[in-house]
């Protein structure tokens, strides 16, 4: 038990070193010497988990979607709210998501990578407007896929545009203000002054996830 915890620890150390390494100098130009450097691990012991830097950079792709975990909501509109909002409170601080989004974007049409996280976003984003739908949240025009498309192109573009021009400080207050624009087209009235969009939701939703996680691992 105690050497599969240390395994664990070993590839988690490993997976954040490159994703740090990734964030600060995107796919090409960052090395396995580099992230060795950084993990503080032997060249057997990442080789062990990850044989390539490609495998390495399908790990901090797939880490991604986990970020994402919110607590069960009544509303899942309100549940899709909370995991865009909780990706965004987690990202300035959280190198592993950081790496992610970079290569996420970096390599996003040039297939070497695959479709990276955005295919599993829009799957799970998806799911809740499913949800929701079959529950009566949503105007009967919303099509669930076509919607999820939508949040995650958008949650996307203005991440970029508020790493461009304040280096993510105010990615919350943005994110919250994409909402605020977008849910009266896709919420039925009734639920929507239900719905919490403020741009400390993100907190919120974060803390009240590891509050209940904790408590279930003790």
């Known amino acids: 038990m105690a050497q599969q915890e240390r395994a664990i620890r070993t590839r988690q ?44 950079a399908r790990g901090v792709l797939a880490a991604q979607v986990p970020q994402g975990a919110v607590l069960p909501q009544p509303f899942k509109l309100q549940e899709l709210v909370d995991v865009t909002m909780a990706v965004a409170h987690r990202l300035p601080g959280d190198p592993l998501l950081r790496g992610g989004v970079r290569l996420a974007v970096e390599q996003a049409g040039q297939g070497a990578l695959g479709d990276g996280p955005f295919a599993d976003w829009v799957e799970l984003c998806t799911g809740l407007l499913v949800e929701a739908k079959a529950q009566g949240e949503v105007l009967p025009h919303v099509e669930p896929a076509a919607t999820a498309e939508l949040v995650v192109g958008a949650w996307t573009g203005i991440q970029l545009l508020s790493q461009a021009l304040t280096r993510r400080a105010d990615l919350e207050r943005r994110i919250a203000a994409f909402w605020a624009q977008v849910l009266p087209g896709i919420a039925v009235p009734g639920v929507l002054p ?25």
Do not use: C, Q
């Not at 997976?15 to 130009?29: C, I, N, P």
């Not at 060249?43 to 062990?48: D, I, P, R």
């Not at 509050?211 to 691992?217: E, N, P």
């Open 194 to 218: 239900h719905l919490a969009i403020t741009e400390h939701r993100g907190a919120e939703v974060v803390t009240a996830y590891e509050r209940a996680t904790t408590v279930r691992l003790v």
């Open 13 to 56: 150390a490993i997976l954040r070193a490159a994703a740090a390494v990734f964030d600060e100098y995107g796919y090409e130009a960052a090395t396995i010497a580099e992230i060795l450097a950084r993990a503080e691990v032997t060249k057997g012991a990442l080789y062990f988990h990850f044989d390539s830097k490609e495998k390495l």
